[in-house]
Structure formats: C-alpha cells, structure tokens
C-alpha cells in the first residue's frame, strides 16, 4: 500500500481483538437473554428512546461495530500477504458484506413472521437459521464435492423458507421486506463502509481521521435537522445509522493504526490513545445538551461515548495480554472471540426450540434479581463453551 500508515508489527493476529470481541460477544448474549428475567436493574437495558441516557445493553453493539473496524487492517494486510490485488479484496468485502446483509434481512422478517403460518415460527427460525449454517460454513477441512452439495442444500433451504414465509398481511418471497437491517445488517453495511474506505485510501491513518469526521458531521447534521431537504430520497440511499455506524468502525480502524504503527511498548500508542478517547468522551459530554445520548436515536454524543469506551477497553486488552503477558483468562471465552457469527445464531436455534418443544421457563426464583442476571450470566457462557465444542469439530461460520 503506497504511501500507507507505517505498519510496526507483522501483521499477526492480535490476541487483543480476539479477548475484546469474546469479551463483548459474551456481554451481548447475556444482555440478549435479560428478556427472560423480572427486575433487571435498569442500568443494564436499554434505554427508552426518549431518554438522554444509555445503559449496559446500549454500550455493546457499538463497541462490536468498533471491534470490526480493529480488525479491518489485520485482515486487508493478511489478504495481501496472500497476493490478493484491489479487485479481489473488493470483492472478498462485498462477499462478507452480502452474507451479513442476507442473514440480517431474514432476521428482521422473523419479526413480523405470522404465529399462524403453516410452518411454526419456531420450525421456520430454526430451518433458516440451519440454512446459515449450511451456506457459510468453514468448510476448509471437508471434501470440495461433500462441501459444495451442503452449500446447495442450504441455499435451496433458504430459499424453501422465504417461499413458505408468512406474515399477518402476506406470504411467500414478496411478503418480506426490509423494514430495517437488523443486527447484522447493520454490521455488514458498517463493515463494508469501513473497508472501501480503509482499502482504497490506501490505510493512511489521516484520511481515515477525515472520513471518520465526515460520518460523525453527517450524523450531526442529521440530528440538527440540515439534512430534512433530502427525505424524499432517505428510503433509497442513505448512511447507514445516520452515519453513527460506519463512524464506530472507522474509530476502530484509527485505534488499530496508531496500534500498529508505534506498538504496545511505545509511549506514543498509548498517549495517542488516550487523546482520542479523552477527545471522543468531551465531545459526547459537551454537545449531550443538543441531542441527548441515546442508542436508539443515534446520536453522536452517543456514538462518540461509544467509541470513547471501546478504545479505552481495548487499550485495557493490550495492556494485560502484551505488556503484563496475561493470556489465560481469556480462554474460557476464546471461543467468542474467534467463531463469533457462530456464538451469536447458537440462541436463536435455543430460544426456538424451548418455545416448539413447550418447555416452560425456569422457576421465578431463578429469573429475577441477582439470582435471574447470575442465570443468563451462566446461560451466555454455556453458549460460548458449546461454540468451542463446535469449533473443535471444525463447526463454525465463516464469511
């Protein structure tokens, strides 16, 4: 990459990313499972749209939008030690991106999908999610005509689903429709955004500044109301979030060069951290009075606060697992870190099955309190050691 950010290391995979994403990873599947419990402190929900406030739930999907830009540059770098040109890089991206794209379009639907379908709710989440599996499964240890037939198969499986999709209104293909991306289709837009922008700048670490200002001002003059001329044509092209999504990646994406430009034993990585968390947290606080900090709205004090957050945890992850060699509490969760697609569609396979086979909730006692947040504690750690069963079985997704 002529004229690039200076790169210190050798572009190995960073065990800090991987601890930050597992660590994040198993904090999303423990606030996704707060649904089942009765008196969770409000802190840890998400906060109601109208307020000027964000909880524990409201803080994690940003940071894993940022954690997508940390490994942007690992794994552009990675793929041109391979001998992967502009093109197919591009390409590379476009193909992870359309996979999230399509797996957020049908999760959204499983929202409006009618309780009185001919196929159950339950039945037509698990075959799709199923499906998913089948596609993009790592299939890098199975035979190429054994891998290409189970690739066939869930593509006609998926397909299967959107035929037999119903909805209160409509059925079949048409009946579905993006009302919103979903999770990960926010993912894949804001990964996408952030890697073109990383790729064909050429990674300088000061255009990567520019366009992150460039999403976070775009996402300021929505908010202020500069950008209402243009609603006739908001259905059609828009910025992802207002531009808060994309602008959470490129944060990661500067976080990342600073980290591999100087390295975890230079002072400059870590008062350059510093600095932009510090400055990321002072705009938050002093523009919260224009907009207010919500999750739901997407506003940029949020948004920066976000950021601001992440880059401080990922300094933390680089602090005990480079500078003090702590590598080992890490491995309990690892699993999250490395197959993470796959340890997030592993509840919506559970959730579904309890509801189709009837099985009741756990007793109230176990549900509320300390006790009900210890239970879904539990219940996202169980999900991360089953994704590491699954891993070990060569059982994971990768796009």
Not at 219 to 243: C, K
Request: proline letters at 4%; glycine letters at 8%; hydrophobic letters at 55%.
């Amino acid at each position: 990459m002529t004229g690039s950010t200076p790169l210190k290391d050798s572009g190995k995979r960073l065990v800090a990313i991987d601890a930050l994403r597992a660590v994040v990873m198993v904090l999303m599947i423990f606030v996704n499972d707060l649904w089942t419990l009765t008196g969770v402190p409000v802190w840890l929900e998400h906060a109601a749209a109208d307020a000027n406030e964000m909880g524990l739930a409201d803080v994690v999907f940003p940071a894993f939008l940022f954690i997508v830009g940390l490994s942007v540059p690992y794994a552009v770098h990675s793929r041109r030690k391979k001998g992967d040109n502009d093109l197919q890089l591009f390409l590379h991206i476009s193909s992870r991106t359309v996979a999230l794209l399509i797996m957020g379009f049908f999760h959204v639907n499983m929202e409006g999908y009618s309780e009185t379908a001919l196929l159950s709710k339950p039945l037509w989440q698990i075959l799709v999610t199923i499906s998913f599996f089948l596609i993009w499964l790592d299939y890098s240890s199975y035979k190429a005509t054994l891998s290409k037939w189970l690739k066939v198969l869930g593509m006609l499986l998926l397909i299967g689903m959107a035929v037999l999709f119903e909805s209160d209104e409509a059925s079949g293909i048409m009946a579905m429709k993006v009302q919103w991306w979903g999770i990960l289709g926010l993912i894949g837009w804001a990964y996408f955004i952030s890697s073109c922008v990383f790729l064909f700048s050429g990674g300088k670490l000061l255009l990567q500044i520019l366009v992150f200002l460039f999403f976070l001002g775009f996402s300021i003059a929505n908010n202020l109301g500069w950008l209402d001329l243009f609603e006739q044509i908001r259905p059609y092209i828009w910025i992802a979030g207002d531009g808060a999504m994309p602008a959470l990646p490129m944060a990661g994406i500067i976080t990342a060069l600073l980290y591999r430009k100087f390295g975890s034993k230079s002072s400059n990585f870590w008062v350059g951290i510093m600095a932009f968390s510090i400055l990321l947290f002072l705009f938050g606080y002093f523009t919260n009075p224009l907009w207010g900090i919500s999750k739901i709205r997407a506003t940029p004090s949020w948004t920066s606060i976000c950021a601001g957050i992440t880059a401080i945890a990922f300094a933390l992850m680089v602090y005990l697992t480079e500078v003090l060699s702590l590598q080992k509490w890490y491995l309990p969760v690892k699993p999250a870190g490395t197959s993470t697609l796959t340890c997030y569609l592993l509840p919506y396979i559970h959730y579904a099955l309890l509801t189709l086979m009837s099985i009741p909730q756990l007793p109230l006692f176990l549900r509320t309190g300390e006790v009900g947040l210890l239970k879904s504690l539990c219940y996202a750690l169980i999900i991360v050691m089953i994704t590491g069963l699954l891993e070990k079985r060569k059982i994971r997704l990768k796009i």
